[in-house]
């Protein structure tokens, strides 16, 4: 018998909790969990910039013939001044369309580890739960180094600079372009630039994941720091992916850039596509041709960031009715105003979840993050009621 010497494998925390949401059969119940945005309806609705662009290539493609490794061309051109704006004159760019967001971070993996396999990935800690997984999958070793300093619940400088003089030269960096999953706490201006100095000191390599561009202070704000590092270092990956900010997260949409010199970066491009045949071949179109499709007709561009804007305003309400509620317990949601995106992270202990899941309905993560962006209005007071009754 087969696969009988495999050691099984432990749950996703939060797939794990949206399975157990679903089979609760109560009527109040809150889903905190999963990182989809809801309406003020409670759901997670097709975009009508994406509806009008699937109508368009539903009357127009003429073909599902194969496009190529690197994926639609006219999709990464449009993609590239959206992710990353203007570039230094000396840096050239080289994009290739990948399997979401997830996707581009794990062929980024495979393409670090095959140019120096006893490198280490550093990212801030608290992170998204698969960071350190699909870098390890590659191969490569994982640190991580504190993110949040628990006084100022702001950036800790001190342990960035710290894990940054710790690293190798060739070390790789990882971090959150806005919107930081999942403290909402993001790097200020000044702060990118120190980073950017930092990593260029010790000739350290920043992969940035920019998952929620638009959904925290809008496109050029959640840009901005971006546009700062690559100002400074002479090279970066960068994971964008469309899920969020297009709502069409099971459509798997995502791109991989390299920025640097022109020679490093002809030879990552042709290390990619070497990389991403031999492991799917080529990334399903669909997703792919409806962001192409906005971003290159002015009138669906206009739709669609009219939708974003209103999305992230929506999020940015919830924020301000949360912070109204102040602090419970330990919980100080007066901060959830400072912060951005769709996550917060909350020093709820591992009793207090299971009690807010058994006793009110309220699936919360293991490790206290919540999607604000899962609730609705209505929702906050019974939130906030759910938190006293267990925190306070």
């Not at 940054?164 to 790097?187: I, K, Q, S």
């Not at 991403?276 to 962001?291: E, F, I, K, Q």
Request: glycine share 10%; proline share 4%.
């Amino acid at each position: 018998m087969h696969f009988m010497t495999l050691a099984r494998q432990a749950d996703d925390p939060i797939l794990a909790m949206g399975a157990a949401f679903s089979a609760d059969v109560r009527d109040r119940k809150l889903d905190l969990g999963i990182g989809v945005y809801r309406d003020e309806c409670g759901q997670t609705p097709v975009m009508r910039a994406v509806k009008e662009a699937e109508r368009r290539l539903l009357i127009g493609q003429p073909t599902k013939s194969y496009l190529g490794v690197e994926g639609d061309r006219a999709f990464l051109a449009g993609l590239e001044p959206l992710a990353l704006g203007d570039v230094r004159a000396d840096h050239a760019v080289t994009a290739i369309q990948t399997v979401g967001g997830t996707g581009a971070l794990r062929l980024a993996a495979d393409l670090l580890a095959r140019e120096k396999p006893d490198r280490t990935v550093w990212f801030g800690a608290p992170s998204w739960t698969n960071h350190g997984a699909l870098f390890a999958a590659a191969g490569l070793a994982v640190r991580s180094f504190r993110h949040l300093d628990p006084r100022s619940q702001d950036m800790d400088e001190a342990a960035f600079g710290e894990a940054v003089e710790a690293a190798r030269e060739g070390d790789v960096f990882v971090l959150h372009g806005c919107c930081h999953n999942p403290t909402g706490v993001d790097a200020s201006a000044a702060q990118w630039r120190s980073i950017g100095r930092a990593l260029a000191r010790r000739n350290l390599l920043p992969l940035v994941d920019s998952a929620y561009h638009g959904l925290g202070q809008g496109l050029e704000a959640d840009r901005a720091g971006l546009r700062i590092l690559l100002e400074e270092v002479p090279s970066a990956l960068v994971a964008y992916s469309c899920s969020k900010n297009f709502a069409i997260y099971r459509e798997r949409v995502g791109a991989l850039f390299v920025v640097g010199g022109r020679q490093g970066v002809e030879l990552a491009a042709s290390n990619l596509t070497a990389l991403a045949r031999a492991t799917y071949s080529m990334p399903p179109d669909h997703g792919a041709a409806v962001v192409r499709t906005i971003l290159h007709s002015e009138e669906l561009s206009a739709i669609w960031r009219a939708e974003l804007d209103a999305m992230r305003e929506r999020v940015r309400g919830l924020r301000g009715l949360l912070a109204q509620e102040g602090r419970i317990g330990p919980v100080d949601l007066g901060r959830l105003a400072t912060q951005h995106g769709f996550f917060s992270s909350l020093a709820i202990a591992p009793a207090d979840i299971a009690r807010l899941r058994d006793d009110h309905g309220v699936y919360v993560v293991p490790s206290g993050r919540i999607n604000i962006a899962g609730l609705r209005e209505d929702q906050v007071g019974a939130f906030a009621a759910a938190l006293r009754a267990v925190l306070a």
